[in-house]
């Protein structure tokens, strides 16, 4: 069973100390690497524009069809979808870019089994972001909603998902209240 014992606790000096289990770091880490391997921009040929590319605009995005991905990458605008597909022209390269900056921030920052580290106040929403990301990937893949969260499955894997899940929702909130006390 992963902990709630440990986790997130502010300090003195207004920082955020942050200890965790070896299964966790290395379930964390994992992770952490998969949505970064999702997120990641795919270089496309048909986006060869240099001027695009430096100011971040992606002539080729288009709605993700993998679930996960749309996700964490929403459409702007559910009742228009060309004002939807333009957003997401001008602004999904960059947000993938952050995104995957971010995670690779806490991933290159996460503790070493029993080891106690200090989060600065200006790198909270960071991990928060990064938290968030990783549980909304893993409620997409496990088909877990706000209908079924508490509901118990026939399927080991998917049960293990749940608890995983509970744990990052747990972990999230954790920081959340440590971020507001």
Known sequence: MLSTQRGFK?????EISFQI???EVSLLTSLIEQVIVLLTPQSSKENNDPLAKMVGIDSTAKTPDD???LRLLPDAYQSDKQASAEFR????RSLRELKVKRANFVLENLPEPEQIISIKPKDFETWLTVLNDLRLALGVRAGITENNEEEISEDPETDHARDIYSWLTWLQSNLLEEMSS
């Open 89 to 92: 022209r001008f602004t999904e």
């Open 10 to 14: 502010k300090t003195p000096d207004k």
């Open 67 to 69: 679930e996960v991905l």
């Open 21 to 23: 289990e070896a299964l």
